[in-house]
């Protein structure tokens, strides 16, 4: 099975009419637990969630313009570009900082669509990250953060690179550094509304607000996960296959289920006995977003322009 892992391959060129382009990760990410404490009267939930990311995702190709122009390639279908992230988060920036530059961006969308593990996210915040960089327009991760929490909660992320703790409806981020373990990512055939989930009145709002040490030694869960086993039977019985191999849970609201593992050869295993109607991979958790690892390993002066 073809693998994305992006500590084997963090940056490639490639050259179309003679004129290069670059490619930046979009890491997926994972909800090692998620409780939800209460709801705010303005219907917002407050939670505790940990997030960690995986050396898996999507690549996000770059070729910047002198023109101003920003064009987008995606392979995502009924999505029109101006509803995309990735030519959102790119109108955002260059906005936002007057810049005369533009973009040509291609993305090989690898993640599946409405898995729970950020993809959609992520590619925006890939987006802001790389173009920041690349047109040098200098804003710090605090100030891209909350460009990026225009475009979606989980946005500000992928944009800060470190795994973290979220407190609150997402915004009070802590980072941490929980066991980089391997895990095994499975979805189903089925596509999940998160407005269902938290709609559902059967979804626990009361769950004790705990201190970060507390939380990481206590075994983790997620308050979503029965709620979406009543209303997705495909989770259910998914589930109920992993768990005899690994302790396994939803991530966020799913559709992506996750066992951990010790080791890579452990979760393969697994992976290659997977039922043959799901999508899976197997990736390292990793505290440090593989994009941010890739920025720390080259030099902006030695870019192809």
Not at 9 to 22: C, D, K, Q, R
Not at 42 to 57: A, N, V
Not at 184 to 199: Q, W, Y
């Amino acid at each position: 099975m073809k693998t994305y892992q992006f500590s084997t391959a963090l940056l490639s060129t490639n050259s179309s009419e003679g004129a290069h382009s670059l490619r930046f990760p979009c890491p997926a990410k994972l909800n090692l637990f998620l409780y939800i404490n209460g709801k705010r009267p303005d219907g917002y939930h407050e939670l505790q969630t940990l997030f960690q990311f995986l050396d898996f995702g999507d690549w996000l190709h770059i070729k910047i313009r002198n023109d101003g122009k920003i064009n987008l390639i995606s392979s995502i279908a009924d999505l029109k570009i101006e509803n995309n992230l990735i030519y959102r988060a790119a109108i955002l920036l260059q906005q936002h900082t007057n810049t005369p530059l533009g973009a040509d961006l291609e993305l090989d969308k690898i993640l599946p669509i409405g898995g729970g593990v950020g993809g959609g996210s992520s590619n925006a915040a890939t987006a802001l990250v790389a173009l920041n960089y690349l047109w040098k327009t200098g804003l710090t991760t605090e100030e891209l953060a909350k460009l990026g929490l225009a475009l979606g909660a989980d946005v500000p992320i992928f944009v800060h690179g470190k795994a973290a703790f979220a407190e609150g409806v997402g915004e009070q981020i802590t980072y941490c550094e929980p066991p980089e373990k391997w895990y095994l990512v499975l979805k189903p055939n089925v596509s999940i509304s998160t407005a269902v989930v938290f709609a559902d009145s059967d979804l626990p709002r009361n769950t004790p607000k705990k201190p970060l040490q507390q939380l990481l030694q206590e075994k983790y869960a997620n308050d979503c996960e029965k709620v979406v086993r009543d209303h997705y039977s495909e989770v259910e019985e998914l589930l109920n296959w992993l768990v005899e191999y690994a302790p396994a849970r939803l991530t966020g609201t799913g559709a992506c289920i996750f066992a951990e593992f010790d080791d890579e050869q452990s979760a393969q295993l697994v992976l290659q006995a997977k039922p043959k109607n799901c999508f899976g991979f197997v990736a390292k958790g990793l505290n440090l977003s593989p994009l941010h690892a890739m920025l720390q390993r080259i030099d902006i002066e030695d870019l192809p322009t």
